[in-house]
């Protein structure tokens, strides 16, 4: 069983309700990039930026379909499919769906956390 190293970090929605977010650092195609983990996400997912940013646009198997995604529905751009992951000493293969967003560079789903084998400490 693998310790990752998980941020914990409380962030402001509003004046009057806090969040607890996650963020997790792994290595991918020799970066290291901050991920969100949203433990409820059904896929991990991919900003169209950060997939240019690590040089891997010609991965992206192109597909139409429509996404929620903070409840607004989104046009995925495709998927990205057997990226190695890294975090710590752990490393395994991933598929990322790609959208156009801002809100994140890389959204980290449990069957993440659990195919990493991964521990949350809240405290």
Wanted: hydrophobic share 50%; charged share 20%; with cysteine.
């Amino acid at each position: 069983m693998v310790l990752a190293s998980l941020v914990f970090r409380k962030i402001c929605i509003n004046k009057t309700h806090w969040s607890k977010t996650f963020h997790l650092l792994v290595r991918i195609n020799n970066y290291v990039v901050k991920g969100l983990v949203d433990t409820r996400a059904s896929t991990s997912v991919m900003a169209v930026r950060m997939v240019k940013e690590l040089g891997i646009m010609h991965l992206v198997i192109k597909f139409e379909t429509s996404k929620i995604v903070y409840g607004a529905v989104t046009q995925a751009m495709g998927r990205i499919r057997k990226i190695h992951v890294k975090v710590g000493g752990v490393q395994c293969t991933m598929t990322f769906m790609v959208i156009d967003t801002d809100n994140y560079d890389i959204l980290f789903d449990l069957d993440f956390l659990i195919e990493i084998g991964a521990i949350l400490d809240v405290e």
